[in-house]
C-alpha cells in the first residue's frame, strides 16, 4: 500500500519528461508556485542534468518519500534546533508540497507506525485482565483508566504512570464522604493530590469505609506516578506493575 501510494517514479519520470521535450513550462499549472519556480531555477541552470537527475531519482523515490514521511512524524513530536536541516534532497521539498493537497504519504506513514505496535500491544494486553468492581466511578476516572490503559498498550509507559495517579485521584475524591471531602478542600485550598488524599484516608479510614488495604496499594501508584513525572522515564515492567496495581487499589476502593 505504501508503495504503491508513494508518488515517485511516475511523478519523476513525468518531470524528466516535460523537462526533456520543452514542455517545462506546463508544470506550472500543477505545481505550487514556490516550487515551480525552484524547479525552473535549476532546470536553467542545466538542462541534461536536470533531466538525468529526475531520471535517476525515480529509483530512490519510491521507498524515499515514504521513510522521510515517517521520519517526519517523528520530527513532530521532539523539538529540532534551529538551522538542523543538512543536505535535505530536492523531492523532500516536493513531497510537502504534495502533502498540502493529499496526505497519502503520511497517511501511509501513519499506518506503518500503527502496525508496528500491534504485536507489542498484544503481548501487553495478555497481562491484564478485567477490572471489576461493585459500585461505579466517576466518567472522568473511567476515561483516565482508558486513556493509561491504552498508553500502556502503545509503549507509552511513563504517560501511563502519570495517568494512573489521576485515576485514583479521581476515584479518591469520589468515594470521599462529604465532611471529609469539604475539610481536605478547605485544608489544601482545592489542589489535594494523591499523596494528600492517601494521607487523610489513612487518617480517617473509619469515617471513610474504605478497605484498610487501599492505601498501601494506592501509595505504590503515586509513587510511580511521581517517579514518572519528577524523576524521569518509567520502564515498561514499571508501567505494568504501576497499572495493576491502580486496577487493584480501584477494586478495593469501589468495592
Known amino acids: 500500500m505504501s508503495a504503491l501510494g508513494a508518488p515517485g517514479r511516475e511523478f519523476c519520470q513525468a518531470i524528466a519528461e516535460l523537462a526533456g521535450t520543452g514542455r517545462f513550462a506546463q508544470l506550472r499549472e500543477v505545481l505550487p508556485g514556490v516550487v515551480y519556480e525552484e ?21 530512490e523515490m519510491q521507498q524515499g518519500f ?27 521539498e516536493i513531497q510537502r508540497a504534495l502533502d498540502a493537497q493529499q496526505n497519502d504519504l503520511l497517511r501511509a506513514a501513519f499506518a506503518l507506525e ?48 502519570v495517568m494512573c495517579r489521576s485515576v485514583l485521584e479521581e476515584a479518591t475524591k469520589q468515594k470521599l464522604a462529604p465532611a471529609l471531602g469539604r475539610l481536605i478542600l478547605t485544608r489544601y485550598r482545592n489542589t489535594a493530590t494523591l499523596g494528600n488524599l492517601l494521607h487523610e484516608v489513612n487518617n480517617n479510614l473509619a469515617l471513610t469505609g474504605i478497605d484498610a488495604r487501599f492505601p498501601h496499594v494506592a501509595n505504590k501508584v503515586n509513587d510511580a506516578g511521581r517517579k514518572a513525572v519528577h524523576q524521569g522515564v518509567i520502564l515498561e515492567e514499571e508501567a505494568r506493575d504501576c497499572l495493576q496495581n491502580t486496577r487493584r487499589a480501584l477494586e478495593l476502593l469501589l468495592l
Open 66 to 92: 515514504v521513510q522521510h514521511a515517517r521520519r517526519r512524524l517523528t520530527r513532530l513530536t521532539r523539538l529540532r534546533q534551529a538551522g538542523d536541516e543538512g543536505g535535505t534532497p530536492a523531492w523532500q
Open 39 to 59: 524547479l525552473c531555477g535549476r532546470y536553467r541552470q542545466d538542462p541534461a542534468a536536470f533531466v538525468a537527475g529526475w531520471r535517476n531519482l525515480a529509483g
Open 114 to 161: 500503527m502496525l508496528e505496535l500491534v504485536e507489542p500491544a498484544v503481548l501487553r494486553a495478555t497481562h491484564l485482565r478485567e477490572c471489576v468492581v461493585n459500585e461505579p466511578s466517576s466518567a472522568d476516572a473511567d476515561r483516565y483508566l482508558d486513556e493509561a490503559t491504552r498508553c500502556y498498550f502503545f509503549g507509552m509507559f511513563t504517560a501511563c504512570a
